[in-house]
């Protein structure tokens, strides 16, 4: 009667062997490490750096365990945390402003268990420490920020119509259009509805009023705040951070934690960091340029350098003033040039692209650079010379790149400065130390409340107690194997969620043990009193979980941070215990008394 067939013991045995191959990454611990990652579009990390950083290791006499260029950045593993920061201080000094060399943890995982899939849990701030920034963005500045490039729109589509119109002024929350009579209020508004088909127009007395309506002022700020998100991902990278977590919290803020960065000013610097276009023209004077090669740049000047079509630097000679800057920025793409050549294409604002039609006018001949300032510090992108006028704000930009790189460097002018400003709203610093001690209070919480729940399921069930233990410890493998296998990260709610998990998990078996008792009260044999016990209780443990998985469901789609770990664990964790609770304790007891005449029950 209680016998099940082979293929349901072949299930049992390879779930738990998966569950066990999967729990297992996280019993190898982390080793220190550095990073080295590049902070500039124009540089690149590649096999040639991972050789010139293990150079400079190597002539300094620092011993690397272990290290991986993973495409973006090069990464060492070191034996202990003093030469690990020897060794981030000397690649700092060596490879200079172009890199960040920052440290970080890696995974002892072996490498035949990383190709399978396997990997560590994700530790959260509260159990790995680390910083936490709680940023507000200034929803003001991006309307007027709109306003102001709507205000440059209309200027310029007049100007295309020939339509003379008075004064432009972007309000509060409008841009207001004077315009001299009635029959050329009618045409302006006529023109501007096809443009600016996003926004209200109304018509009042010789005015037009350009404003935005309630959805798609909502849009926009939605935008800023999406784009400030994606900006923040961007350069979090070179911070080392293996799981960062960055995300809108409300309407306009945003919360970023980065679990085992300590260095909160260079957090912060990396954070607020911006990338913008520079056009400045060039001086082909020799005289000034080999007067500037000595050392003694000519007033007004700056020597910078050009990249080749050979990848190799070059000295160029331009001129301080700059003439647009990214500012008026509306649109950047990867593309191609004529040539078939990688290149970025580039959309101005009605100001830029003014601006752009005159200087290319009066340039004609003279050559003009594309300088890119990261932190500070330029670099010619490109230096073409101006054969002709260019008009209608479109602009390319072509050079030494690759495709790689001209997308890189098309985000960097899209999305490489922030759509508005963001305040620090709140900080806080968690110390490694604190959230070892996290871990080790919550892990001696989950391993005493397993003991003391297992020994009173053994005192009190016995053999099926026993069964009951063993099926408890098989749902917190199961348990640990999916939270791996997912990547959920997991923070000290979590663990919390894992001790309820325990709790609930021992509940159905106590539901089952009890069935079981009663049927034998009532007289039943005991391999019917085991297969009645178990499916009666089935539908009661059911709609228990079924009840509780809601409620964890809403948690998990309402909820945010702190409140979405606790979530994810208890919903995992209920779906792990019924599989445990059910299928795996009966497949034990039917190993134990299936099959053979028994006349009582040790329950």
Known sequence: MNRYPIWKYLLIILSVALAALYTLPNLFGESPAVQIASVRATVKVDAALQQNAEAVLKGAGIK????????????????????????????QARLGDDYSVALNLLSDTPSWLTKLGAKPMSLGLDLRGGVHFLLEVDMKAAVDKALEKTAGDVRRELKEKKIRYGRIVATRDSVEVQLRDEETTQAAAKALRQVLQQSQIDVRENKIVISYSAVALQQLKNDAVKQNITTLHNRVNELGVAEPVIQQQGEGR??????????????????GRTATLEVRMVEDDQAKMSEALNGNVPAGFELLSERGSDGQNRPILLKKEVELTGDNINDAQAGFDDQNSAAVHINLD??????????????IGKRMAMVLVEKGKGEVVTA?????EIGGGRVQISGSMGVAEANDTALLLRAGSLAAPMNIVEERTIGPSLGKDNISKGFNSTLYGFFAIAVFMMIYYRVFGVVSAISLAGNLLFLLAMLSLLGVTLT????????????MAIDANVLINERIREELRLGMTPQAAISNGYDHAFATILDSNVTTL???????????????????????????????????????INLIYGGRRVSTLAV
């Open 64 to 91: 690397t365990e272990d290290v991986f260029f993973d495409g973006t950045s090069v990464k060492f593993r070191f034996k202990d945390t003093e030469v690990q920061l020897k060794a981030k201080d000397l690649l």
């Open 254 to 271: 945003i919360v970023v934690q980065l679990p085992g960065v300590q260095d909160t000013s260079k957090a912060k610097d990396i954070l």
């Open 384 to 388: 073409p010379v101006i054969r002709s």
């Open 550 to 588: 809601i409620a964890g469901l809403a948690l998990l789609i309402f909820g945010s941070g702190a409140v979405r770990g606790f979530a994810w664990v208890h919903c995992i964790g209920i779906l792990t215990s019924m599989y445990s609770a059910v299928f795996v304790s009966r497949g034990v």
């Open 492 to 503: 000290l709610p979590g663990i919390a969620a894992i001790a309820l998990t325990l709790g």
């Open 350 to 363: 009605s100001t830029g692209a003014a601006i752009f039609k005159t200087l290319t006018k009066e340039s």
